[in-house]
């Protein structure tokens, strides 16, 4: 393999790891929730299905926020911050910054935990799985969601966007609120 291909080949998994996550764990959640069902007529034993489900939504929503964050479709208020007196790019760039910074936080806390659940060998309640494995999508999650607003702030830096994502005049999914009456 070439160096060029390699490149491709890591920025590829790097572009679809959020997509690929949420697909999986929706099948997992969705067969959860079918196997909790299905044992509610049919004489089976599955004392797990709900504690389960609710990791694994877990999981969906720490992966969630870094796929919004990679897409720059988080809920901003751009509303107000159009009417300000300030340049938009500023504010886009502030929520950004802050954004990352409550994203660090996250991450940090969510690290503290899964190592205490880690050191602590401390399991889920309804079944026998290592309890770190469910707290760890919070640092996996917001580790993620920090690098994809640091290459978000990278790529504004740049100018390397379509259309710049703090113009509420085009189209980012929620982020991008469009002023027109």
């Not at 886009?92 to 205490?116: A, D, N, R």
Request: hydrophobic fraction near 50%.
């Amino acid at each position: 393999m070439s160096g060029i291909q390699i490149k491709n080949m890591i920025r590829s998994v790097y572009e679809h790891t959020e997509g690929f996550l949420l697909v999986v764990l929706t099948i997992m959640l969705v067969m959860d929730v079918l196997l909790g069902i299905l044992a509610r007529y049919i004489p089976i034993e599955v004392a797990f299905a709900t504690e389960l489900g609710k990791y694994i939504f877990i999981w969906l929503c720490a992966i969630g926020i870094s796929a919004a964050a990679k897409d720059n479709q988080h809920v901003r208020l751009n509303y107000f911050a159009a009417r300000l007196p300030v340049n938009r790019k500023i504010t886009w760039l502030l929520s950004q910054v802050l954004f990352l910074i409550f994203s660090l936080f996250f991450f940090y806390w969510g690290l503290k935990l899964t190592m205490m659940h880690f050191a602590l060998n401390k399991s889920a309640m309804g079944f026998r799985f290592p309890m770190f494995i469910f707290t760890a999508a919070l640092p996996i999650g917001f580790a993620f969601t920090c690098l994809r607003l640091i290459d978000n702030i990278v790529h504004s830096f740049r100018g390397s966007y379509d259309s710049p994502p703090w113009d509420t005049q085009t189209s980012h999914g929620l982020g991008g609120i469009s002023n027109d009456k």
